[in-house]
């Protein structure tokens, strides 16, 4: 028997949702829709009645973890904010307020480090093309490597910021006698 045939390790591409039931399948494929969809199509992808996939859809549009869209067919699609807020409520769950700070400073440290190295503010300034021939010790994809990691400091300290504020507003203050 092949190594195929097993049932243990991750599940295939062509069907990751395999083991799991209809609402797990319906969720992981709308984790993974980037676009409006029907909820036939969604049904198609997880192998259901879509009136079972418009039942899991509404429940998640409820939820807020989906926005539906009015229309014939209405259409449905992952709510990014919702998945913003989540991670937010979880950093602020899980790290101290000095563990946040400390990642805090150092991203601003990073995103400093990037501003004074292609003089600009945010990375949407930044003519890669124009940065690397300016710079022969750096190659056009080494300069978008740059943007994209400046661009996700620039999030990833956002949100940590928001963590930081929830987490200090629920945290009594200390009292100095």
């Known amino acids: 028997m092949g190594n195929s045939d097993s049932t243990t390790g991750p599940p ?22 980037r676009s409006p969809t029907t909820a036939s199509v969604i049904a198609e992808r997880v192998d259901c009645d ?10 998640f549009a409820d939820l807020g973890i989906v926005t539906k869209h009015d229309g014939r ?19 602020a769950a899980t790290r101290s307020l000095d563990e946040l700070r400390e990642r805090i400073r150092v991203l601003t440290a990073t995103i400093k480090t990037y501003e004074q190295t292609y003089d600009a503010v945010t990375p949407a300034e930044v003519d890669a093309l124009a940065a690397a021939e300016r710079d022969q010790e750096r190659t056009v994809d080494d300069t978008y ?33």
Do not use: H
């Not at 591409?13 to 609402?23: A, L, N, R, S, Y």
């Not at 661009?151 to 930081?164: G, I, K, N």
């Open 12 to 33: 295939s591409f062509e069907d990751p949702f395999v083991g799991d039931d209809v609402e797990q399948r319906i969720y992981g494929t709308m984790l993974q829709t």
């Open 73 to 91: 067919p209405a259409t449905y699609e992952r709510n990014d904010a919702y998945f913003e807020w989540r991670r937010v409520n979880q950093l």
């Open 50 to 59: 879509p009136k079972t996939a418009r039942k899991y859809l509404g429940w």
């Open 145 to 177: 490597g740059d943007l994209a990691d400046w661009q996700s400091a620039r999030e990833e300290r956002t949100r940590l910021e928001r963590a930081r504020q929830q987490r200090a507003g629920s945290e009594p203050e200390s009292v100095s006698s």
